[in-house]
């Protein structure tokens, strides 16, 4: 039992040993179970149970930024940058050749099958959306940053759609002209709508309102649904004093807005409607301004100091640019301000978001401590101390027992996947006890006898087509001598089959072949791969053709199989997936399956497979199964033709929408230790 006490570090691991128990690992970010961190986003303590981070209580404060560090110069891809935004653990930068990614914004990588030219992003209701640079109807989404769907249609119109905000459950886009402004519920399908004529350059949601900005006018659009827009004037200022607006942001309670080209560059207001001057920390270029943890950051295309930041929105600081670039955006994440630029040698800045602390005693953000004269384990945010745990909590404080330690003593219990520390008596807990994972059944022959899962009759609910996918979990029994061919999954003549080969007897690993024929032979989907499978290991397959695009995925493990051979026909020809018998084989014949198998699933659908968030609807990340719902309906939001799961009772009911198969012999479960294919909680109680 490893124990950690008094005073941490910031960013540390609690793990103790618990043989047997399998885990999976936390993301965004990475973490092992115990694993401690600090999330500097969120100004919250956290842990990492096996599956999920866990908060620390919070009941008072928030983190805020005193200040930011010195701005340090990154490398990224060199094109014009023109907007930038965090969500899902990374920052995506968008701009006239397409995207760039970063974890940290300061390693940068491509963004694959994006938007050719990308204008505008933001991160709001789960998902990254963005809009095309120029004259164009496609909008993007994606759940993570790195997967996108180009929705080729969706705008109504052809337009520079270079406004993006979100708030009231409704995302806006804004352009130029009566008819430059759509709303959408779900970043996918837009709906236009008129509104006063201008050229619209920033918009911000706050205070139940969506305020828009113009490059050519001293007025704003105002909308409390994102439909509907009035006119408003600056009202309360000389209107002289202010024009050529860029962008405009929320936070505190209020709107900012900053100019281009103004006597005063930054404007306030409460409402949207009635604005007060500011005077800016230099008459620059103004581009761009966000609000995140307690700062407003403004970044300029040009000036002497092309970067000001302000506490409260009124008085503003001058600071220097790591590069004389022309800042275009600026974002939070991950406890730094980032921005991008669209030219120059490092087109990606950085600075560290700078927290007060907390006093008594004197600490940085991050830190943990336990503290004895109140007998709680207390954490800074970054502006106060926060209790894990009940405060004095009475009572004798000679220490704790099971384990036996004392006060003070921190530790990640792993019999309960949770994090607790010793108040002098009591063990208390951080956190709520983990809800049950998932566990899949296997099933195998009742040995030696012969079992099958055969259908006779054709397949409901169906007909031939151009797709297939299928998925399951086997494991291949040992033998002394290797059979030639085993037969995991076919119908008739074996126009559809999934069979592993052995060319001899002595050889110590199986080839993979799939295959999908149509009702007269001819083979449109072939794909095979040499020495792929060894015996007594668990092994997840999941395939997906598309005959229409030419497409073909295999994953064994959730790492792409590459096939030395693979045809897959691209003139959209039929698959005979209505035919007769189907079957599923436990079997001592020649040809039969001879193992273990679990979550069968089988559907005339197509699947990406190459996008990862569609292979996690068969797979977990810790390449343990999932649960593919009661009817196998999880993966695709409907029954598959079939599915087989459960224990070896109802195993054989197909639970699919394909029809009955008869089942013949007997089927029994299958022991599968050490949780390698999944384990009822997430650790073992």
């Given amino acids: 039992m490893r124990i950690l006490k008094f005073i941490f570090s910031i960013i540390f691991a609690l793990a103790l040993s618990s043989p047997g128990v399998a885990r999976a690992d936390c993301l965004g970010p990475a973490g092992a179970a115990g694993e401690l961190v600090f999330n500097a986003n969120h100004a919250t303590m956290q842990y990492c149970n096996g599956a999920d981070w866990v908060g620390f209580p919070k009941t008072s404060g928030d983190n805020s930024c005193d200040d930011v560090s010195e701005w340090v110069s990154q490398a990224s891809l060199s094109q014009s940058w023109q907007d930038i935004a965090y969500g899902a653990g990374r920052f995506v930068a968008v701009g006239t050749f397409g995207a760039m990614t970063s974890t940290d914004g300061e390693i940068w990588e491509p963004v694959p099958s994006f938007l050719d030219q990308g204008g505008a992003i933001l991160y709001a209701g789960g998902q990254f959306v963005a809009t095309h640079r120029n004259a164009s109807r496609r909008v993007a989404t994606s759940p993570d940053g790195l997967n996108w769907t180009i929705h080729e249609d969706a705008a109504p119109e052809e337009r520079h759609w270079g406004n993006l905000a979100y708030g009231g459950g409704r995302y806006i886009a804004l352009s130029w002209g009566p008819t430059g402004y759509m709303s959408s519920d779900d970043g996918v399908n837009w709906t236009g709508h008129t509104g006063p004529d201008r050229l619209w350059w920033g ?214 996947c949770i994090l607790q520390y010793c108040d002098g008596d009591t063990w208390r807990r951080i956190g709520a006890l983990p809800e049950a994972g998932y566990a899949a059944n296997a099933v195998t022959n009742a040995a030696p006898a012969t079992a099958e899962l055969l259908r006779t009759a054709a397949l409901a609910n169906t007909s031939d087509g151009p797709r297939m996918t299928g998925s399951m979990w086997f494991r291949v029994r040992p033998h002394v001598a290797n059979p030639e061919v085993q037969i995991l999954f076919e119908n008739y003549a074996g ?171 007997t089927l029994q479960d299958v022991a599968v230790p050490g949780g390698e294919l999944g384990v009822g909680k997430v650790c073992a109680q």
């Avoid at 007769?580 to 990406?608: I, P």
Wanted: glycine share 10%; proline share 4%; with cysteine.
């Fill in 203 to 416: 918009a911000a949601y706050g205070n139940g309102v969506f305020v828009a900005v113009s490059h050519h006018t001293t007025e704003v659009a105002v909308s409390s649904d994102g439909m509907n827009w009035d006119l408003h004037a600056f009202a309360g200022m000389d209107w002289s004093h202010w024009n050529h607006a860029r962008s405009i942001t929320f936070g505190n309670g209020q709107f900012v807005a900053v100019s281009s080209d103004a006597t005063n560059r930054v404007v306030t207001s409460p409402d949207g409607i009635n604005w007060t001057a500011r005077t800016a920390a230099e008459q620059n270029y103004w581009s761009d301004v966000t609000y995140a943890n307690g700062l407003y950051v403004a970044v300029a295309e040009d000036g002497a100091d092309r970067v000001m930041i302000s506490q409260n929105g009124i008085d503003w600081t001058p600071m220097a640019a790591a590069e004389p670039n022309e800042w275009r955006a600026v974002a939070f994440g991950g406890g730094k301000f980032v921005a991008v630029s669209q030219n120059g040698t490092n087109r990606v800045m950085t600075a560290e978001c700078l927290s007060p602390g907390c006093t008594d005693p004197d600490m940085p953000a991050g830190r943990l401590i336990y503290n004895g004269d109140y007998r709680v384990l207390q954490w800074c945010d970054g502006a106060s101390w926060q209790a894990a745990g009940p405060v004095n909590p009475g009572g004798p404080n000679d220490g704790c027992e099971n384990p036996a330690e004392p006060g003070g003593s921190l530790l990640f219990n792993q019999d309960y």
């Fill in 495 to 665: 126009r559809i089959q999934v069979l592993l080969v052995s060319n001899t007897p002595s050889e110590p690993r199986y080839e993979l072949l799939i295959e999908g024929k149509s009702q007269s032979d001819v083979n449109h989907i072939h794909a095979w791969e040499g020495d792929l499978i060894a015996e007594d290991i668990w092994y997840h397959l999941v395939f997906s053709f598309d005959t229409t695009l030419g497409a073909g995925h295999i994953y064994l493990n959730d790492v792409a199989v590459m096939p030395s051979y693979i045809d897959v026909n691209n003139t959209g020809q039929g698959i005979d997936i209505a035919t007769t018998h189907y079957a599923v084989y436990f079997d001592s014949s020649v040809t039969a399956f001879q193992g273990d198998m679990a979550d069968f699933w089988f559907d005339d659908v197509y699947v990406d497979l190459s996008v990862e968030a569609n292979r996690r609807k068969f797979i977990a990340a810790d390449g343990k199964p999932v649960d593919l719902g009661a009817d196998g309906s999880a993966p695709a939001g409907s029954q598959p033709l079939i599915f087989f799961s459960g224990d070896a009772a109802s195993w054989g009911t197909n639970k699919g929408r394909g029809g009955a198969f008869t089942q013949t012999g």
